[in-house]
């Protein structure tokens, strides 16, 4: 069973790439044990010469932004304190004061698929969760049951801006071929997601949707847009603890996504296991990245929109790899892709993937069950997805997991 909302982690605490073809064939061995139990070795890929060869010497060494920057001090959490300290701290903000909501969302059963999932199989039953947000917004998700028999595991899978459904279709009938419950979520104002918002000024007058960069107006002292983004998850996630209790629950994203996957594990230690994919860069890389712009970050992503939010004093991104990693059974793995048309490429995180592992081993005290975190750089593909060899790394890290805790 799951603890409560948004709970402490007390005791799991220690105070202190390849082609296409080749990487769908790793996928299909992803998680699978040798005789004797032992767990395959994760998949690895080498790098797509092809894909690289279009590319500069920009995206394949370090770039001068990370010379003397000594990581260690831009990572502020330390100790458990200072975990549940942030983790207030952000809950603050966005709910600002009243702590994370306790409801539930409106439930309607078995309805049919938005056009987005139609091509999914092996689906018994599908929920729509409803969540009202202010504005005259509501936040709807689609919870997945699996024809096969459920697994007790569920997983959360979080698209970004208005990507293809590709990628959402692949990742989350892989999840669903292992037996998976899935929630399938989109961002605000994209996808079964788009609608108008109640003008912040003339209450009743309906605007148009808007982009991410216009929420502007709505973001005041006494309520935060960043719910539009979050709550969702706190609603539902409630709505499964309250009724069919999963023993896990994971959350891949992607893009935007990956962002919201980011922060929302970091932010709710419910969250067991998560993989966000092309979602983040700490702050003082992303002007490094050989293709910045959108890499910057959209309004959300930025401590421009949200000073109150986005701490100071070190590197809020590097302090949430680290706060989504600690807890019993907990772990995360970033996942960017070195040569993506869109986000977050090059190779400057390799500035930083050995100083957050090692600070989430040292507060798990050792002990990859208190708490993990990793990072795989995928240099298979050129493209703004989660990739076959991705997905694969990600199913073997699940089922390994299953197999080990």
């Not at 078995?110 to 018994?124: C, F, H, I, M």
């Not at 929630?183 to 912040?200: R, S, T």
């Not at 680290?322 to 390799?350: K, Y």
Request: proline residues 9%; contains cysteine; glycine residues 8%.
């Amino acid at each position: 069973m799951l603890g409560g909302v948004l709970g402490g982690i007390g005791a799991a605490l220690v105070t202190t790439a390849a082609p296409a073809a080749a990487a769908q064939a790793v996928e299909t061995r992803a998680g699978r044990t040798h005789t004797g139990g032992k767990p395959a070795p994760r998949p690895v890929a080498p790098v797509n010469q092809e894909a690289a060869a279009k590319f500069g010497p920009e995206y394949k060494t370090l770039p001068p932004a990370v010379a003397g920057v000594d990581i260690e001090p831009l990572i502020g959490i330390a100790t458990a304190g200072d975990i549940e300290a942030r983790r207030a701290a952000m809950a603050g903000y966005i709910w600002k004061g009243a702590g994370p909501p306790r409801t539930l969302p409106q439930v309607e059963t078995g309805v049919a698929a938005p056009a987005e999932l139609k091509d999914l199989t092996g689906v018994r039953r599908i929920d729509l969760l409803t969540v009202p947000l202010r504005y005259q917004i509501a936040a709807k998700v689609y919870d997945l049951l699996p024809r096969k028999g459920w697994n007790r595991r569920l997983a959360l899978y979080h698209n970004g801006h208005g990507e293809p459904p590709d990628t959402m279709i692949r990742t989350t009938q892989a999840l669903l071929d292992r037996g998976y419950r899935v929630m399938v979520y989109a961002m605000p104002f994209h996808h079964w997601n788009a609608q108008g918002i109640e003008d912040p000024n003339h209450p009743g007058t309906m605007l148009p949707p808007p982009s991410h960069r216009e929420l502007v107006p709505w973001e005041t002292a006494e309520f935060s847009t960043l719910t539009f983004f979050l709550e969702p998850l706190t609603v539902t996630l409630n709505h499964a603890e309250r009724t069919y209790r999963p023993e896990s629950v994971e959350m891949i994203g992607l893009s935007g996504g990956g962002w919201t996957t980011t922060v929302y594990a970091a932010l709710d230690p419910r969250i067991t296991r998560s993989y966000p994919v092309a979602g983040s860069l700490p702050f003082f890389l992303r002007p490094a990245s050989p293709k910045p712009s959108p890499t910057i970050g959209d309004f959300e992503q930025t401590k421009a929109a949200f000073p109150g939010f986005y701490a100071a004093s070190s590197d809020d991104f590097l302090d949430m790899y680290v706060m989504a990693s600690i807890g019993a059974n907990r772990g995360q793995t970033q996942i960017l892709n070195r040569f993506d048309e869109c986000c977050f490429n090059g190779v400057s995180h390799r500035v930083y993937q050995a100083p957050v592992r090692d600070r989430v081993r040292l507060l798990a005290g050792g002990r990859p069950e208190r708490g993990r975190w990793d990072l795989l750089e995928d240099a298979t593909h050129d493209d703004h997805t989660i990739s076959p060899h991705a997905l694969s790394v990600i199913l073997w890290d699940l089922d390994t997991a299953n197999v080990t805790t």
